[in-house]
Protein backbone atom coordinates (compact mmCIF):
# COMPACT_ATOMS: atom_id res chain seq x y z
CA UNK A 1 0.00 0.00 0.00
CA UNK A 2 2.83 2.17 0.64
CA UNK A 3 4.25 2.94 -2.98
CA UNK A 4 0.21 3.92 -3.80
CA UNK A 5 0.08 6.06 -1.66
CA UNK A 6 3.40 7.50 -2.83
CA UNK A 7 2.00 7.28 -6.46
CA UNK A 8 -1.03 9.44 -5.49
CA UNK A 9 0.97 12.16 -3.71
CA UNK A 10 2.99 12.74 -6.61
CA UNK A 11 0.08 13.37 -9.34
CA UNK A 12 -1.03 16.00 -7.06
CA UNK A 13 -0.62 19.64 -6.91
CA UNK A 14 2.82 20.28 -6.44
CA UNK A 15 3.70 16.67 -5.66
CA UNK A 16 6.11 15.31 -3.23
CA UNK A 17 8.14 18.23 -3.22
CA UNK A 18 5.52 19.94 -1.89
CA UNK A 19 4.21 18.01 0.49
CA UNK A 20 4.52 18.38 4.35
CA UNK A 21 6.70 15.15 5.54
CA UNK A 22 6.91 15.06 9.55
CA UNK A 23 10.19 15.67 10.39
CA UNK A 24 11.77 16.76 7.62
CA UNK A 25 12.04 19.82 8.66
CA UNK A 26 14.42 21.50 11.08
CA UNK A 27 15.19 24.65 12.96
CA UNK A 28 18.62 24.90 10.63
CA UNK A 29 17.27 24.07 7.30
CA UNK A 30 17.35 26.79 4.38
CA UNK A 31 13.89 26.63 2.19
CA UNK A 32 13.61 28.25 -0.55
CA UNK A 33 10.44 30.34 -0.38
CA UNK A 34 8.28 29.94 -3.49
CA UNK A 35 7.24 32.53 -5.29
CA UNK A 36 3.22 32.07 -7.17
CA UNK A 37 2.59 33.69 -9.98
CA UNK A 38 -0.31 33.77 -12.57
CA UNK A 39 -0.33 35.27 -16.34
CA UNK A 40 3.53 36.68 -15.31
CA UNK A 41 2.00 38.64 -11.79
CA UNK A 42 3.06 37.89 -8.65
CA UNK A 43 0.08 36.45 -6.32
CA UNK A 44 -0.28 36.10 -2.61
CA UNK A 45 -1.35 32.21 -1.67
CA UNK A 46 -3.58 32.59 1.62
CA UNK A 47 -3.81 29.32 3.32
CA UNK A 48 -7.27 29.07 4.88
CA UNK A 49 -7.38 25.76 7.00
CA UNK A 50 -4.22 25.68 8.69
CA UNK A 51 -4.07 24.34 12.39
CA UNK A 52 -1.54 24.99 15.39
CA UNK A 53 -1.59 24.27 19.37
CA UNK A 54 -0.77 26.91 21.93
CA UNK A 55 0.13 24.74 25.39
CA UNK A 56 -1.72 25.56 28.38
CA UNK A 57 -0.86 22.35 30.17
CA UNK A 58 0.07 25.55 33.25
CA UNK A 59 -3.98 26.40 33.15
CA UNK A 60 -5.06 23.06 33.30
CA UNK A 61 -2.92 21.49 35.82
CA UNK A 62 -5.08 20.11 38.76
CA UNK A 63 -8.14 20.05 36.57
CA UNK A 64 -10.21 17.46 35.39
CA UNK A 65 -8.06 18.40 31.88
CA UNK A 66 -4.76 18.46 32.92
CA UNK A 67 -3.75 15.88 30.85
CA UNK A 68 -5.27 18.17 28.45
CA UNK A 69 -3.62 21.22 26.91
CA UNK A 70 -0.23 20.17 25.78
CA UNK A 71 1.04 19.49 22.12
CA UNK A 72 4.10 19.03 20.10
CA UNK A 73 5.50 18.39 16.74
CA UNK A 74 4.84 20.68 13.55
CA UNK A 75 1.40 22.01 15.81
CA UNK A 76 3.71 23.52 17.51
CA UNK A 77 4.43 27.39 16.09
CA UNK A 78 8.40 28.13 15.11
CA UNK A 79 10.66 27.82 12.73
CA UNK A 80 9.23 25.08 10.99
CA UNK A 81 5.95 26.44 10.10
CA UNK A 82 7.55 29.21 8.26
CA UNK A 83 9.80 26.92 6.03
CA UNK A 84 6.70 24.80 5.50
CA UNK A 85 4.92 27.29 4.58
CA UNK A 86 7.86 29.12 2.16
CA UNK A 87 8.24 25.45 0.59
CA UNK A 88 4.52 25.07 0.08
CA UNK A 89 4.04 28.90 -1.43
CA UNK A 90 1.90 29.65 1.08
CA UNK A 91 2.28 33.72 2.06
CA UNK A 92 -0.32 34.00 4.94
CA UNK A 93 -1.79 31.52 7.29
CA UNK A 94 -5.35 31.98 8.97
CA UNK A 95 -4.56 29.81 11.86
CA UNK A 96 -7.31 27.06 14.22
CA UNK A 97 -7.08 25.41 17.10
CA UNK A 98 -9.07 22.62 16.73
CA UNK A 99 -10.12 19.18 18.75
CA UNK A 100 -11.70 21.39 21.40
CA UNK A 101 -11.19 18.98 24.19
CA UNK A 102 -12.31 22.31 26.32
CA UNK A 103 -16.15 22.24 25.30
CA UNK A 104 -16.33 19.92 28.51
CA UNK A 105 -14.55 22.73 31.05
CA UNK A 106 -17.12 24.36 33.06
CA UNK A 107 -17.02 28.60 32.77
CA UNK A 108 -14.32 29.20 34.97
CA UNK A 109 -11.84 27.08 33.62
CA UNK A 110 -13.56 27.10 29.86
CA UNK A 111 -12.56 31.30 30.37
CA UNK A 112 -8.54 30.58 31.73
CA UNK A 113 -8.33 28.56 28.74
CA UNK A 114 -9.77 30.35 25.88
CA UNK A 115 -8.18 33.43 26.75
CA UNK A 116 -4.35 32.02 27.17
CA UNK A 117 -5.40 30.26 23.66
CA UNK A 118 -6.27 33.34 22.17
CA UNK A 119 -3.54 35.32 23.75
CA UNK A 120 -1.15 32.97 22.67
CA UNK A 121 -2.46 33.52 18.84
CA UNK A 122 -2.16 36.85 18.82
CA UNK A 123 1.38 37.37 20.17
CA UNK A 124 2.29 34.86 17.20
CA UNK A 125 0.67 37.00 14.91
CA UNK A 126 2.45 40.15 16.34
CA UNK A 127 5.83 38.76 15.45
CA UNK A 128 4.87 37.45 12.44
CA UNK A 129 2.06 40.08 11.41
CA UNK A 130 3.07 39.75 6.83
CA UNK A 131 2.93 35.75 7.43
CA UNK A 132 -0.25 34.78 9.72
CA UNK A 133 -3.77 35.66 10.95
CA UNK A 134 -5.68 33.97 13.50
CA UNK A 135 -9.12 32.88 14.37
CA UNK A 136 -10.47 32.68 18.28
CA UNK A 137 -11.05 29.65 20.36
CA UNK A 138 -14.42 30.22 22.36
CA UNK A 139 -15.68 28.10 24.79
CA UNK A 140 -18.58 26.72 22.99
CA UNK A 141 -20.86 24.74 25.33
CA UNK A 142 -21.38 28.10 27.13
CA UNK A 143 -22.71 30.31 24.05
CA UNK A 144 -23.11 33.84 26.23
CA UNK A 145 -19.43 33.17 27.14
CA UNK A 146 -18.42 32.09 23.59
CA UNK A 147 -19.78 35.62 21.87
CA UNK A 148 -18.13 37.66 24.98
CA UNK A 149 -14.60 35.53 23.91
CA UNK A 150 -15.70 36.33 20.03
CA UNK A 151 -16.26 39.80 20.81
CA UNK A 152 -12.45 40.16 22.82
CA UNK A 153 -10.78 38.13 20.10
CA UNK A 154 -11.57 40.23 17.54
CA UNK A 155 -12.20 43.65 19.44
CA UNK A 156 -8.87 43.22 21.99
CA UNK A 157 -6.32 40.93 20.48
CA UNK A 158 -7.15 41.81 16.19
CA UNK A 159 -8.34 38.04 15.64
CA UNK A 160 -10.49 37.69 12.46
CA UNK A 161 -13.12 35.18 13.31
CA UNK A 162 -14.25 31.79 15.59
CA UNK A 163 -13.19 28.53 15.34
CA UNK A 164 -15.45 25.94 16.42
CA UNK A 165 -16.30 22.29 16.20
CA UNK A 166 -19.30 20.91 14.38
CA UNK A 167 -21.43 19.74 17.72
CA UNK A 168 -21.11 20.69 21.46
CA UNK A 169 -20.88 17.08 23.61
CA UNK A 170 -23.46 16.09 20.49
CA UNK A 171 -25.37 18.66 20.84
CA UNK A 172 -26.40 20.11 17.40
CA UNK A 173 -25.19 23.94 16.82
CA UNK A 174 -28.88 24.57 15.13
CA UNK A 175 -30.67 24.24 18.53
CA UNK A 176 -31.96 27.89 19.68
CA UNK A 177 -29.24 28.05 22.99
CA UNK A 178 -26.46 28.71 20.34
CA UNK A 179 -28.06 31.92 18.76
CA UNK A 180 -26.09 34.22 20.99
CA UNK A 181 -23.38 33.08 19.29
CA UNK A 182 -24.17 33.31 15.73
CA UNK A 183 -25.88 36.43 16.80
CA UNK A 184 -22.02 37.76 17.42
CA UNK A 185 -20.19 36.50 14.65
CA UNK A 186 -22.94 38.16 12.54
CA UNK A 187 -22.89 41.35 14.59
CA UNK A 188 -19.16 41.53 14.26
CA UNK A 189 -19.13 40.28 10.61
CA UNK A 190 -16.22 37.84 10.94
CA UNK A 191 -15.96 34.33 9.73
CA UNK A 192 -17.02 31.30 11.86
CA UNK A 193 -14.18 27.85 10.31
CA UNK A 194 -15.89 24.85 11.79
CA UNK A 195 -13.79 21.45 12.04
CA UNK A 196 -15.13 18.13 12.49
CA UNK A 197 -13.75 15.64 14.91
CA UNK A 198 -14.57 12.78 13.11
CA UNK A 199 -18.84 12.59 13.04
CA UNK A 200 -18.99 11.00 16.63
CA UNK A 201 -22.04 12.75 17.21
CA UNK A 202 -23.39 10.80 14.17
CA UNK A 203 -22.55 7.46 14.36
CA UNK A 204 -22.28 3.78 16.47
CA UNK A 205 -19.67 2.59 17.97
CA UNK A 206 -17.02 1.57 16.25
CA UNK A 207 -18.53 2.02 12.78
CA UNK A 208 -15.39 3.79 11.69
CA UNK A 209 -12.92 0.99 12.84
CA UNK A 210 -10.53 -1.22 10.49
CA UNK A 211 -8.71 -0.16 7.86
CA UNK A 212 -9.00 2.97 6.43
CA UNK A 213 -8.39 5.85 9.11
CA UNK A 214 -12.92 6.30 8.29
CA UNK A 215 -13.11 8.42 11.15
CA UNK A 216 -11.09 10.69 9.22
CA UNK A 217 -11.68 10.37 5.93
CA UNK A 218 -15.25 9.84 5.82
CA UNK A 219 -16.11 10.83 9.25
CA UNK A 220 -14.96 14.45 9.00
CA UNK A 221 -16.74 15.05 5.71
CA UNK A 222 -19.76 13.65 7.04
CA UNK A 223 -20.13 15.97 10.19
CA UNK A 224 -19.58 19.12 8.30
CA UNK A 225 -22.25 17.61 5.47
CA UNK A 226 -24.47 17.24 8.69
CA UNK A 227 -23.43 20.48 10.25
CA UNK A 228 -24.55 22.86 7.20
CA UNK A 229 -27.58 20.62 6.68
CA UNK A 230 -28.51 21.70 10.27
CA UNK A 231 -27.84 25.40 9.95
CA UNK A 232 -29.69 25.35 6.74
CA UNK A 233 -32.64 23.24 7.51
CA UNK A 234 -32.98 24.39 10.76
CA UNK A 235 -33.25 28.31 9.50
CA UNK A 236 -30.04 29.40 11.20
CA UNK A 237 -28.14 31.51 7.98
CA UNK A 238 -31.89 33.09 8.08
CA UNK A 239 -31.45 33.87 11.51
CA UNK A 240 -28.45 34.93 11.02
CA UNK A 241 -28.08 36.76 7.63
CA UNK A 242 -24.58 38.51 8.13
CA UNK A 243 -23.31 34.79 8.91
CA UNK A 244 -20.38 33.41 7.24
CA UNK A 245 -19.17 30.00 7.82
CA UNK A 246 -16.39 28.53 6.86
CA UNK A 247 -16.94 24.75 6.03
CA UNK A 248 -13.47 22.47 5.94
CA UNK A 249 -12.48 19.48 3.57
CA UNK A 250 -14.36 20.84 0.55
CA UNK A 251 -17.86 21.68 2.05
CA UNK A 252 -17.92 17.67 3.27
CA UNK A 253 -20.21 15.64 0.92
CA UNK A 254 -22.71 18.34 0.42
CA UNK A 255 -21.20 19.86 -2.79
CA UNK A 256 -21.36 16.58 -4.44
CA UNK A 257 -24.91 15.65 -3.73
CA UNK A 258 -26.50 18.90 -3.39
CA UNK A 259 -29.57 17.60 -5.92
CA UNK A 260 -30.43 15.46 -3.01
CA UNK A 261 -30.58 18.35 -0.66
CA UNK A 262 -32.14 21.06 -2.84
CA UNK A 263 -35.51 18.40 -3.65
CA UNK A 264 -35.50 17.52 0.34
CA UNK A 265 -37.80 20.30 0.84
CA UNK A 266 -40.06 20.05 -2.18
CA UNK A 267 -40.66 16.61 -2.53
CA UNK A 268 -40.33 15.22 1.26
CA UNK A 269 -43.65 16.19 3.00
CA UNK A 270 -42.24 14.96 6.38
CA UNK A 271 -39.20 17.16 6.21
CA UNK A 272 -40.56 19.83 7.65
CA UNK A 273 -38.09 22.87 6.51
CA UNK A 274 -37.46 26.13 8.20
CA UNK A 275 -34.94 27.43 5.32
CA UNK A 276 -36.68 30.28 3.31
CA UNK A 277 -34.24 29.36 0.41
CA UNK A 278 -32.96 27.16 -1.85
CA UNK A 279 -30.02 25.07 0.33
CA UNK A 280 -27.74 26.24 -2.57
CA UNK A 281 -28.36 29.64 -1.53
CA UNK A 282 -26.58 29.59 1.14
CA UNK A 283 -23.65 27.27 -0.57
CA UNK A 284 -23.55 30.57 -3.09
CA UNK A 285 -23.62 33.48 -0.56
CA UNK A 286 -23.14 32.24 3.23
CA UNK A 287 -20.47 29.39 3.05
CA UNK A 288 -17.03 29.26 2.25
CA UNK A 289 -15.27 26.05 0.44
CA UNK A 290 -11.77 25.03 1.05
CA UNK A 291 -9.82 23.13 -1.84
CA UNK A 292 -9.22 20.01 -0.50
CA UNK A 293 -10.62 18.30 -3.06
CA UNK A 294 -6.92 16.74 -4.88
CA UNK A 295 -8.57 16.53 -8.39
CA UNK A 296 -9.24 18.44 -11.35
CA UNK A 297 -12.83 17.22 -11.67
CA UNK A 298 -13.28 17.89 -7.98
CA UNK A 299 -12.27 21.20 -8.11
CA UNK A 300 -14.40 21.60 -11.23
CA UNK A 301 -17.39 20.43 -9.73
CA UNK A 302 -17.36 22.61 -6.62
CA UNK A 303 -16.86 25.75 -8.86
CA UNK A 304 -20.13 24.34 -10.85
CA UNK A 305 -22.46 24.23 -7.71
CA UNK A 306 -21.39 27.06 -5.64
CA UNK A 307 -18.95 29.60 -7.69
CA UNK A 308 -15.53 31.06 -7.85
CA UNK A 309 -16.47 33.37 -4.90
CA UNK A 310 -17.65 30.79 -2.21
CA UNK A 311 -14.06 28.62 -2.76
CA UNK A 312 -10.80 29.15 -0.89
CA UNK A 313 -7.24 27.38 -0.62
CA UNK A 314 -7.00 25.25 2.33
CA UNK A 315 -3.92 23.15 3.33
CA UNK A 316 -4.56 21.40 6.19
CA UNK A 317 -1.47 22.35 7.49
CA UNK A 318 0.80 20.41 9.74
CA UNK A 319 -1.47 17.52 8.69
CA UNK A 320 0.22 15.19 5.62
CA UNK A 321 -2.08 16.05 2.78
CA UNK A 322 -1.77 16.69 -0.98
CA UNK A 323 -0.67 20.07 -1.42
CA UNK A 324 -3.06 22.05 -3.77
CA UNK A 325 -1.51 25.43 -5.22
CA UNK A 326 -0.85 23.41 -8.53
CA UNK A 327 -4.53 21.98 -8.51
CA UNK A 328 -5.85 25.53 -9.17
CA UNK A 329 -2.80 26.74 -11.21
CA UNK A 330 -3.12 24.30 -13.80
CA UNK A 331 -7.27 24.41 -13.89
CA UNK A 332 -7.89 24.88 -17.41
CA UNK A 333 -11.94 25.67 -16.50
CA UNK A 334 -10.75 28.69 -14.37
CA UNK A 335 -9.81 32.22 -15.55
CA UNK A 336 -6.55 33.72 -13.96
CA UNK A 337 -9.07 36.37 -11.88
CA UNK A 338 -10.70 33.08 -10.50
CA UNK A 339 -7.14 31.62 -9.74
CA UNK A 340 -6.57 34.47 -7.91
CA UNK A 341 -9.73 34.54 -6.03
CA UNK A 342 -9.44 31.65 -4.67
CA UNK A 343 -6.12 31.56 -3.65
CA UNK A 344 -5.64 34.89 -2.08
CA UNK A 345 -8.33 36.93 -3.35
CA UNK A 346 -11.96 35.76 -1.42
CA UNK A 347 -9.77 35.32 1.73
CA UNK A 348 -8.48 38.56 1.51
CA UNK A 349 -11.95 40.15 1.75
CA UNK A 350 -13.74 37.82 4.52
CA UNK A 351 -10.38 37.78 7.12
CA UNK A 352 -10.25 42.05 5.67
CA UNK A 353 -6.73 41.45 5.04
CA UNK A 354 -4.91 44.68 3.23
Not at 54 to 71: A, F
Not at 79 to 99: F, K, P, S, Y
Not at 347 to 353: A, G, N, Q, T, Y
Amino acid sequence: MRHLRRDFLKTVGAGAAGMLIPGAFTASAQTQRRQVSIGGRRVRVIDAHAHCIIPVQHVTKGTPLEKMGGGGGNNLLGLERLQIMDEQGVDVQALTINNFWWYSADADLARAIVREQNDGLAKWVARHPDRFVATATVALQHPELAAEQLQDGVKRLGLRGASIGGHVNGEDLSLPKFDPFWAKAAELGVPVFMHPGGATNIVRNDAFSGRGDLGNIIGNPLETTYFLSRLIFDGVFDKFPGLRVFAAHAGGYLPSYLGRTEAACVVRGNANCANQKKPSDYLKSQVLIDTMVFSDEGLRHLVAEVGVGQIVYGTDVPFNWPVTVDLVLNAKFLSDADKTAILSGNLMKVLRIQ
